[in-house]
């Protein structure tokens, strides 16, 4: 399917474009923040994870595109990492770790932040869910389009 994405600076617009199967597909803005600051370690999906982002929430979605992620320090930030999950409803599981730098905020220096472009596609009904390796507060704004075949 071809995707047509129009970045805006801090929102995605809402675009139509035609599949290669001669159906016209609609894109609803979706879009998840999420604040985590309790400490959790494990990989594995267990502990305290936070939601972020429910995929293929507009009535009618067949799932979502990510776009973009941005992850922002509230504070001083220790070198470690913030984990996003993908749960199903069963079960949860690890999909990608984002290296956070070590920065002291100050008058002159702004604090921590990262974004990634991505194109992640999942289908309806999953929830995003994010973890930070040390009890620091990040956050955590994913930009997404719910895909929609009228």
Known sequence: MLVESINTGFS????????NIGERAHYEANTGVATV???NSNLD???TLTNVLS??????SVGSLVKKITIKALANATRGMVRLFIYDGS???LIEEF????????SIQPSF????DVDWSFGAGLTLKASTQ??????????????IFP
């Open 37 to 39: 600051s309790v400490a």
């Open 91 to 93: 079960t949860t599981r």
């Open 12 to 19: 995605l617009k809402n675009s139509e474009v035609n599949s």
């Open 113 to 116: 932040e990262v974004s990634y």
């Open 99 to 106: 290296n956070i730098n070590a920065v002291v905020q100050n």
């Open 134 to 147: 040390y009890a620091e507060t990040y956050s955590i704004a994913i930009e997404a389009l719910d895909i």
């Open 45 to 47: 999906g267990t502990g």
């Open 55 to 60: 995929t293929g929430a507009t009535t009618g």
